[in-house]
């Protein structure tokens, strides 16, 4: 998940984001970015590989937070994972057609899950995985946030309990659709693939491609691993 720059701003200045270069040889892409904690501390050793492909080397986030894997193919849909001993294990969706935007991503506490279940009247369970996700009005720029957008509602084609977050992105089970945090999810989502479709009062969400697999007809597939959490971005017209 991403964070809000303008509050960072306050904290530690947005400037101070530091991305790693990546060179792309014709035919390939190179996903890079940052992880930061809530406050804007950056996350050191972060392990961030890419499963599918046996031949691309995991690397480590570096003092700064920052990160990045080249050799990946162009116009493709890859998974990218992230672990560290004080985050949930977080698994990316994102098709390399994006592979020129910056990433600036927040390690979410490894209790996160349980909270959300437990607000829930629910136990998280380790044999199924969970989804968060956030609404954009548009992309984010060099870590530059747009707003979210509220009143999104979903569609889930494949299991899961869901919820949409309050102001601090916590599952509020009275909410029926986004608040200003733009933020919902799933929990004790069975492994495998899911689809879901977000639409906001202007219209229909994931016209335009952000951190997710390429949509069909609205619909965005989700990958699931028992015991990860599956992080999405998604832009939705504004008003």
């Known amino acids: 998940m991403r964070f809000r720059c303008s509050f960072l701003l306050m904290l530690t200045g947005c400037k101070a984001l530091v991305v790693p270069t990546c060179d792309e040889p014709e035919g390939t892409a190179c996903f890079r970015g940052v992880f ?25 986030s570096d ?30 969706a994102q098709n390399t057609s994006m592979s020129w935007y910056e990433w600036y991503k927040v390690a979410v506490p490894p209790d996160l899950a349980d909270k959300n279940a437990e607000r829930l009247g629910l136990t998280a369970r380790s044999d199924r995985g969970n989804v968060l996700f956030l609404t954009w009005e548009g992309l984010n720029i060099d870590g530059n946030d747009t707003n979210n957008v509220e009143d999104v509602t979903a569609e889930v084609d494949g299991g899961g309990s869901l919820f949409y977050g309050n102001a601090l992105t916590l599952a509020d089970p009275g909410l029926n659709a986004t608040s200003g945090s733009g933020s919902g999810g799933l929990v004790n989502v069975p492994p495998g693939t899911i689809d879901l479709r977000l639409r906001a009062p202007a219209g ?5 491609p952000m951190f997710h697999f390429a949509a069909q007809d609205g619909w965005i597939p989700v990958p699931i691993r028992a015991g990860w959490n599956t992080a999405m971005d998604v832009m939705c017209p504004a008003r």
Request: glycine fraction near 6%; hydrophobic fraction near 35%; include cysteine.
């Open 63 to 92: 003092e700064n937070g920052g990160w990045k894997i080249p050799g990946l193919p162009v116009d493709t849909d890859v998974v990218i994972t992230a672990t560290h001993p004080d985050m949930v294990p977080t698994l990316f």
């Open 36 to 60: 930061r904690t809530l406050i804007g501390k950056p996350v050191e050793d972060v392990n961030v590989c890419a499963p599918d492909f046996d031949d691309i080397a995991c690397t480590r």
């Open 204 to 208: 229909r969400c994931a016209q335009d």
